[in-house]
């Protein structure tokens, strides 16, 4: 049974493509993705990637065909890992376009990219 499971994670994790935040912001400003934020409402107030809509990853994990409306999609949070957790629910969901933001919003702000903050949470 473990073996089976090693084999599905790393099938999934196959299909999800890393990207840098430069590449992120690239696939963003051209409109060929959807950006969804992982983190809690609380790390989302202090600052998200502009258009970003917030999915909390324990609402997605409890509802992902309601809250995967497209295929296309960037996944973020603050540091990558919850990310990746949420683009492999994506890629089971069969979801085919799945990035995650390496690093997160963390590496987002290093490589000098503009969060904001407003106060706002579309989920």
Request: with cysteine; charged share 20%.
């Amino acid at each position: 049974m473990g073996l089976r499971v090693t084999r599905a994670s790393v099938m999934l994790d196959s299909m999800i493509a890393a990207l840098t935040p430069q590449q992120a912001q690239d696939l963003i400003a051209r409109g060929e993705v959807e950006v969804v934020d992982v983190r809690d409402p609380a790390e989302w107030c202090d600052g998200h990637i502009d258009g970003a809509r917030l999915v909390p990853l324990d609402q997605l994990r409890s509802n992902p065909k309601t809250e995967l409306k497209r295929d296309g999609v960037v996944f973020v949070c603050a540091a990558g890992v919850r990310s990746q957790t949420a683009a492999r629910i994506a890629a089971a969901q069969g979801l085919s376009r799945i990035y995650n933001l390496n690093g997160g919003t963390r590496a987002w702000v290093k490589a000098g990219l503009p969060l904001v903050n407003d106060i706002s949470v579309a989920v």
